[in-house]
């Protein structure tokens, strides 16, 4: 049993998935959107959303980072939510909601997997199989 006390626990239980989904959507934002909408033939939107978001340039340039910080994240997070010696209370009202925070902070970190490889894919294989495909 943990010595932390349950309002304390029910809070990094579920702040851990949210910020995962936080992080890993910074993963398309800075490499997959805009390697899709270049493929898609629509640079002049990309040129567009960078010069509003010039930030989007930065996070691009060192997305190694981007995505090995959210990568971390999501360990953190799926070991927060797998870790030993979890357990919910034995009172049935707040069993029920432990039980449903479980299940919301599953969903989310199976979103937010999702989310990072769709960026992973784009943002690191999608032009090297472009190039493999068409030579």
């Known amino acids: 049993m943990s010595s932390e006390s349950p309002m304390i626990e029910s ?5 851990a998935p ?3 989904l936080f992080t890993t959507s910074g993963t398309l934002l800075c490499c997959a959107l805009p390697i899709l ?3 898609l033939g629509l640079g002049s939107t990309v040129a567009a959303i960078t010069s509003g978001f010039p930030l989007l340039i930065t996070l691009s340039q060192h ?3 981007v995505f090995a910080g959210s990568a ?4 953190i997070s799926a070991w927060l939510s797998r870790r030993p010696g979890r357990s919910c209370p034995t009172d049935p009202l707040l069993a029920a909601q432990c039980q449903r925070t479980r299940r919301w902070n599953k969903r989310i ?6 989310l990072w490889g769709v960026g992973f ?3 690191y294989l999608a032009l090297p199989l472009r190039i493999w495909m068409d030579g």
């Open 11 to 15: 809070t990094k239980d579920r702040l």
């Open 37 to 39: 909408l270049v493929s």
């Open 63 to 65: 997305k190694v980072w």
């Open 109 to 114: 970190l199976i979103a937010s997997t999702s």
């Open 121 to 123: 894919f784009f943002a």
């Open 72 to 75: 971390i994240t999501l360990a």
């Open 18 to 20: 949210a910020l995962a």
